[in-house]
């Protein structure tokens, strides 16, 4: 070991060329590689020219690990600067026995030869694609993985104070406004009395006291409707009460307490717990930090009211739907008996055809148009003789198709009983006799529509939660002595409009209301009488 000064600066001389390198040939071109802006600075260039006797005055020399342009640093990726240089708690020396590392006061020698040997296989392990692709690799995964850390945490920052169901209190509110819409869905529109496995009516009615079932069944429906509707308010305005003083406390007497007023209409729900303007207008005055903090909560509780005013119109709509498919059901014929129905029909229209077919020709031989055929008289003379047969079969045919018509044939297919009951008047008074119903179609469709548009006035008694005078100090906020400041919500859901914008419910009203389209045996029991003349 050479003494010197440490202020001076050792001087490398130009690298000389060696035929007989320590490397082996196929380790040449790694050196090669490592480009040196200053080829002094090149440590394998101090070796050569020490061992090759050019530079016998120096010992060794200071080396410090090379940043490169991605932040790398490897102990074999060194440089040789001078004393000033380098970092007291970190460097290097490299001397003809080896390099020894110094790092916070502590020395590390390693044999030149064993240095050598892990430099060329470091070399060889740079050269895989794994290792010259780790860094960059590791890198990328530390940044997406910080990434997507830190969007996770975003996310579940907004979904707990946006998503109404982790609140315990907006989620048991939310169970009870589900549960009770579930009750409301199983009621009925109408009034019909039927069979309980078929679904199909037990029952005919006349016009008038159909619609006065009805009527009934639209005083109880209302009836039920109105206690759902006060009973959703009190639940939906009390949990809004409960999340807005969960979020801002307010000091009250022990005998006003929220949980004095607590009853069991849920579970943690209030069953007669008004909402006040506590904290709203009320009390001390409140900073403008804490008013935007508590009208933003204001909204969040505006949006939970329209969300339950959602699931009560998608309930009600839902309601509209069955019962109004309900009666299309009853009017509608079971594919069975439409079936027969139309095929006695084409039956018997196939008969008259032929009727008529024979009484023209009849006609043209009478009048000499056309000669009669001798087959032709023979059928005549057999048809005669076959009249009286011909005639009792017709008498069957006709009280076997009664006995169908009135639901008195027993067949393994349900039969299906007329829902209304309609005369078949027979008027003598006027010049010509004429047939006519009662009720006639118009008052017959008069009354089907406003049976059925009395579904919707039923509904639609119910009524909006963000329009009810309860939810008016979260969506119409109060604070300090300022006026309210009404969010913007609109008038809520408009459950007629959409139940009569629906293509479905429009296509029902027409199948229903529409008597002329389907057949005489979906609708009414036909009885025919004749009108007496007035004396």
């Known amino acids: 070991m050479c003494i010197r000064d440490r202020s001076m600066r050792p001087v490398v001389p130009p690298v000389p060329v060696i035929s007989d390198s320590p490397l082996p040939p196929e380790d040449h071109g790694e050196h090669d590689t490592m480009e040196y802006e200053n080829p002094s600075h090149n440590p394998f260039a101090f070796i050569q020219a020490v061992k090759s006797g050019s530079a016998d005055f120096l010992e060794f020399v200071y080396l410090r690990p090379r940043v490169m342009g991605k932040g790398e640093r490897s102990p074999y990726n060194l440089e040789v600067t001078p004393s000033s240089a380098v970092e007291r708690d970190d460097f290097y020396t490299l001397g003809l026995s080896g390099v020894t590392h110094f790092c916070n006061g502590k020395a590390e020698f390693t044999p030149l030869e064993r240095w050598q040997r892990e430099f060329r296989l470091y070399a060889r392990l740079k050269k895989i694609g794994f290792f010259q692709k780790y860094r960059r690799w590791k890198s990328y995964f530390c940044w997406r993985k910080q990434v997507c850390t830190n969007k996770m945490r975003a996310a579940s920052s907004q979904l707990s104070d946006k998503l109404f169901f982790l609140s315990p209190i907006l989620r048991s509110a939310l169970l ?31 016009l008038d006291a159909f619609i006065e079932e009805q009527m009934e069944q639209k005083r109880e429906v209302q009836e039920s409707l109105g206690l759902f509707s006060d009973q959703l308010v009190v639940i939906v305005s009390g949990a809004c009460e409960q999340e807005l003083d969960k979020k801002f406390p307010i ?65 009600l709509r839902e309601l509209a739907y069955k019962s109004t ?51 032709e008289e023979e059928e005549e003379e057999q048809e005669d003789g076959l009249e009286p047969a011909e005639d009792e079969q017709a008498s069957v045919d006709k009280d076997t198709r009664k006995k169908t018509l009135s639901g008195k044939e027993d ?16 008027d003598t008074d006027a010049h010509d006799a004429r047939l006519h119903f009662v009720p006639d179609k118009k008052k017959f469709s008069d009354a089907v529509n406003s049976i059925l548009n009395s579904f919707l006035d039923t509904v639609g008694c119910v009524g909006n939660l963000v329009q009810r ?37 429009e296509l029902s009203l027409i199948h229903i209301s529409e008597p002329t389209r389907l057949l005489s045996i979906s609708y009414a029991v036909f009885c025919l009488k004749k009108k007496k003349k007035k004396k």
């Open 176 to 206: 009870v406004t589900r549960r009770l819409c579930q009750e409301i869905e199983h009621n009925e529109l109408h009034r019909v009395q039927t069979d309980p496995d078929t679904k199909l009516p037990t029952q005919t009615y006349t």
């Open 251 to 315: 000091e009250t007497k022990p005998d006003e307490t929220m949980g004095s007023k607590l009853t069991s209409l849920g579970p943690g729900m209030s069953g007669s717990m008004m909402p006040t303007s506590q904290g709203m207008g009320g009390g001390a005055k409140m900073s403008y930090t804490e008013i935007s903090t508590k009208r933003a909560e204001c909204r969040k509780l505006t949006n939970f009211i329209r969300l339950c005013d959602y699931l009560v119109g998608d309930t």
């Open 325 to 375: 498919k309900d009666v299309l059901q009853f009017v509608t014929p079971v594919p069975a008996d439409q079936a027969r129905i139309q095929k006695e029909i084409a039956a018997y229209q196939a008969e008259q055809a032929v009727i008529a077919a024979k009484q023209e020709r009849q006609r043209m031989i009478q009048a000499g148009e056309l000669e009669p055929d001798e087959d």
């Open 411 to 426: 067949d393994k297919e349900p039969s299906h009983v007329p829902l209304f009951v309609s005369e078949l008047i027979l």
């Open 469 to 505: 005078h309860e939810c008016r100090p979260f969506t119409a906020p109060q604070f300090n002595d300022r006026p309210e400041e009404p969010f913007d919500i609109g008038e809520g859901v408009d459950i007629r409009m959409l139940i009569q914008e629906d293509t479905v419910y």
